[in-house]
Every structure is written in C-alpha cells, then in structure tokens.
C-alpha cells in the first residue's frame, strides 16, 4: 500500500531554515505529481509547493523565492527546502501524491487532486 513518511519538522528562529523529507513507498514515485501541504491551527489546508512527474514546479505566493521543492527519484525521497522561515510558516507540514488519475498540479495545488497523505512534521517558527 502507498506511505508517506514525513521527517525534518522542529522548532527555529525568525530567518532560519528547515529541509523536510519525505519516503515514499508502494507507487510509481518518478511518475506521479506530488505536493507539499500545510495547515495551521484553526486555518484550512493550504497547498504551498507542487511538483510534476516530468520535475516541473509550482509554489503558492505565500512562499515563492524562500521554499523550493525537490525530488530523488531514486532513493523515492521528496524534498522542502525552507529558507527565511517567518512565524506565518508555523504549521503540520504535510507531502501527498496525486490521485491516479491526476497528472499535474500546475493547474494549482488542490487538496482534492491528491489521494495520499503523510501523517505531517510540524514547523514551529519563532519572533
């Protein structure tokens, strides 16, 4: 069965920075999309950064030019790179693959085009 495994969460200062990682198992990972998500206490889901099977990458506004995210295709392994962390970035950070018959998330990083879910790392930033 598919599983996601998050890692990487914790707790830093105003302008620092966090990798998230997370192993994937019992899919194709090379070619499905795949995306980061996060939600913080009393918000909605909010998807921050999406990846297609081809490597192409989307970002939500809120954290363009300070998250990139990456893949290992290999070692089937998706990335969160977070730099210049703000107390907003506080969150359970969640990664999730694509349904089956999702191929991309260029069209926006949307809670219901993804069908597997990781059990979250969370983020905690400070002032």
């Known amino acids: 069965q598919v599983q996601l495994v998050e890692s990487g969460g914790g707790s830093v200062q105003a302008g620092g920075s966090l990798r998230l990682s997370c192993v994937a198992s019992?899919?194709?990972?090379?070619?499905?999309?795949l995306g980061w998500f996060r939600q913080a206490p009393g918000k909605e889901r909010e998807g921050v950064a999406g990846?297609?099977?081809?490597?192409?990458?989307t970002y939500a506004d809120s954290v363009k030019g300070r998250f990139t995210i990456s893949k290992d295709n290999a070692k089937n392994t998706l990335f969160l790179q977070m730099n210049n962390l703000k107390p907003d970035d506080t969150a359970m950070y969640y990664c999730?693959?694509?349904?089956?018959?999702?191929?991309?998330?260029?069209?926006?990083?949307?809670?219901?085009?993804?069908?597997?879910w990781g059990q979250g790392t969370q983020v905690s930033v400070s002032s």
């Open positions: 999730a693959a694509c349904r089956e018959t999702v191929v991309t998330v260029m069209t926006g990083i949307k809670s219901p085009d993804f069908g597997y």
């Open positions: 019992g899919f194709t990972f090379a070619t499905y999309c």
């Open positions: 990846i297609d099977g081809d490597g192409t990458t």
